[in-house]
């Protein structure tokens, strides 16, 4: 199924106002959890879409403490498991380039065979000229998914050497 997704930092919100958004996932640091400026903003940009926030650091290192958990992979994949393809799905986290788009990539993989996980790459990789997806959020989404690896296969290097 084709997935009609677009993939922004939070700089890049603004222009997101006004595109009549169906599903939004909203990807913060931990400690603005109890910030409602967050959610206020969003329902500015977004006001008749679903929205899911999720507060979770851009690291890859799982004993972090504000490390992406199975439970947060877990929950964006629930949210997205009724999209159509009349869906319009904006994810976006603080630079648009590691966290959103492993969730996007998530998202795509939820949505495609077993297989196709290079062609989902590469669409990613398409929308946003620096996608460095979470090697994390990636090992954990493989793991829900159960592609056994398959996800992890084509990842780039990141700018922090992990690989």
């Known amino acids: 199924m084709k997935i009609n997704l677009t993939i922004c930092g939070v700089r890049e919100l603004p222009e997101q106002e006004g595109k009549r958004w169906t599903h939004v996932i909203s990807i913060w640091e931990k400690d603005l ?3 409602k400026s967050c959610r206020e903003l969003l329902k500015t940009i977004a006001p008749r879409a679903d929205l899911l926030f999720s507060f979770f650091a851009d690291t890859y290192v ?3 403490p504000h490390a ?3 439970q947060d992979v877990e929950r964006i994949l629930d949210f997205t498991s009724g999209l159509t393809t009349k869906s ?3 994810v976006h986290c603080h ?3 590691s966290r ?3 969730a996007a990539y998530a998202i795509l993989c939820q949505h ?3 297989g196709m996980e290079m062609e989902n790459l590469l669409h990613i990789q398409s929308l946003r000229e620096w996608a460095y997806p ?3 959020i990636i090992e954990l989404a493989d793991k829900v998914l159960n592609r056994k690896g398959g996800m992890l296969l084509h990842l780039p290097r990141d700018v922090f050497g992990q690989s």
């Open 88 to 90: 319009k799905v904006l």
């Open 134 to 136: 979470n090697r994390l």
């Open 33 to 35: 959890e109890g910030d």
């Open 112 to 114: 495609t065979s077993p």
């Open 95 to 97: 630079a648009g380039v």
């Open 68 to 70: 992406p958990r199975l």
């Open 100 to 102: 959103s788009t492993a």
């Open 62 to 64: 799982p004993g972090h």
